[in-house]
């Protein structure tokens, strides 16, 4: 679709909306944005786009009379292609396509998306960091927090995207075709939005949809829903596995990952000389290895990078040790099974600070891999009673409630004991009390700093 001059409506006015806003002014389509915040000010978009005009733009509810005009809704991935105004637009036959589809239809270069429940910013940032040793142009975008749509004109032919793509990104994607793509795991998550397990996991394989023989996809061995459809696939499929040894993809056998085609194995690294911890991370790795090899980095670049790398902010990241207690920030545990896997990494006894808005998901298994791991619970947040009842019905006891994290960091760290660890990993989205898990995990981080001034 040629959108010179034609009128784009941007339904969304957060980061993802006004870089899409930015990327249509460039290729001269006439933007109109709308939000329905009511209290939202056009003037205050004049300096975030790329035209220094105030663009049209309307707030609150969109007059029906202006549709007639627009060629193209783009839709924020924060707004439901459920929500009423959407099928009203889709009922008019205008085209609703999210960010990352605009931005891929603005791009060049090879593209590597990974998708998956858990999991995805670590594998996104580590294949990038793999990338950039070893290509020139690089650029690690998507729902890692970078728009693709900021950096889609840039690219070149020798370009390398690494995409963040996440299941609200993939409902609204036509033609995205990704040379490698990479489904890591796919557990209950988002069900408020997606309705049911079966869509959820329809969006993660959309992730495919428009790949043939000639691209990739990197998937999880292990995990029984993408096992469900791998075989179904129109795209060549590499595995990677934590518990089997495979005749061809990437392997952990004992301490060890190794990556084989064919006859052909090489050696990728022990795994204790990684950087980052847990099982869950061993996977993330194997993916990673994965995606490098498909585009020909050789194995000792792809080791270099790997044991070099960090884990990212928010994950199982180590903050401070004070008073002999170690204190981790696992704000991006968003939903039980990411808990669950820092739950696992953690070495010593520790104690747990849970909870915060309830996405409708079910903790027991959470609650199950407390034994011989977690000596106390503590929870804040609207989902802490939910949590809490669950927990007793496990025999789990060990619990205090808190009114905000700060009181959290306060007592875990009074009921500590040298040796122990203290982990900050929710289980549960931060809305309501934080405007993302990021500003939780900085708050985190910033409270636990504070006892050792």
Partial sequence: MNLKNKKVLVFGTGK??????????????????????????????????????????????????????????????????????????KDMNIPVWGEIELA????????????????????????????????????????????????????TDESVTVIEVSSFQLETIHEFCPDVSVILNITPDHLNRHHTMENYINLKKNITINQDKSNLCILNYEDAHIRSFSDGLNTKVMYFSGEHVLENGIYLDGDDIFYRKNDDIEHVCNVNELRILGKHNYENVMAGVGAAKAMGIPMEVIHEAIISFNAVEHRIEYVDTIDGVSYYNDSKGTNPDASIKAVQAMKAPTILIGGGYDKGLAFDEWVSYFHGKVKLLVLMGEAREKIAETARKYGFTNIIMVDNLKEAVRISAKKAVSGDAVLLSPACASWGMFDNYEQRGRMFKEYVRELGK
């Fill in 16 to 89: 993802s909306g006004t870089a899409a806003a930015r990327l249509l002014q460039k290729i001269g389509a006439s933007v109109v944005l709308y939000d329905e915040n009511k209290e939202s000010d056009i003037s205050a978009f004049k300096d975030k786009l790329y035209k220094d005009e105030t663009p049209e733009g309307y707030f609150g509810e969109f007059p029906k009379d202006k549709l007639d005009r627009i060629s193209l809704m783009i839709l924020s991935p924060g707004i439901s292609t459920d929500h009423p105004f959407v099928r009203e637009v």
């Fill in 104 to 155: 891929y239809r603005c791009s060049k270069g090879k593209i590597i998306a990974v998708t998956g429940t858990n999991g995805k910013t670590t594998t996104t940032s580590l294949i990038g960091e793999i990338m950039k040793v070893y290509y020139k142009d690089v650029y690690v975008v998507g729902n890692i927090g970078n728009p693709y749509t900021d950096i889609a004109l840039e690219t």
